[in-house]
Nanobody, 119 residues
Framework: QVQLEESGGGQVEPGGSLRLSCSAS????????VGWFRQAPHKNREGVAY???????GYADFVSGRFTISRDRAQNLVFLDLNDLSPEDTAVYYC?????????????WGQGVQVTVSS
């Protein structure tokens, strides 16, 4: 069964950190372009970060150096490290994967993981 799954969400206080993981079943995530997205209540989904098959990375402007996307090729995982979190980062975070090096639409999406930043 082909599946993408996020983990690592939770609730943290402002200024805190979380590590989100994206894992794949039924395919090799290392061969895919992976993006992280988020959707806050009553807002549209927005891109957060991406990492290509070759390892190039990109971030949304609002990240401002606080988040880091990375791969663990040995474990076939993609991580999103979230640091210096603020309440505005509260959202459901999704990872998505696409076989193309320049995706316009993604082949697979995870179910999402909740990140809540609150004191």
């Amino acid at each position: 069964q082909v599946q993408l799954e996020e983990s690592g969400g939770g609730q943290v206080e402002p200024g805190g950190s979380l590590r989100l993981s994206c894992s794949a079943s039924g395919f090799t995530l290392n061969d895919y372009f992976v993006g992280w997205f988020r959707q806050a209540p009553h807002k549209n989904r927005e891109g957060v970060a991406y990492i290509s098959q070759a390892g190039s990375r990109g971030y949304a402007d609002f990240v401002s150096g606080r988040f880091t996307i990375s791969r663990d090729r040995a474990q076939n995982l993609v991580f999103l490290d979230l640091n210096d979190l603020s309440p505005e980062d509260t959202a459901v975070y999704y990872c998505a994967a696409d076989r193309s090096p320049f995706p316009s639409e993604y082949d697979f999406w995870g179910q999402g993981v909740q990140v809540t930043v609150s004191s």
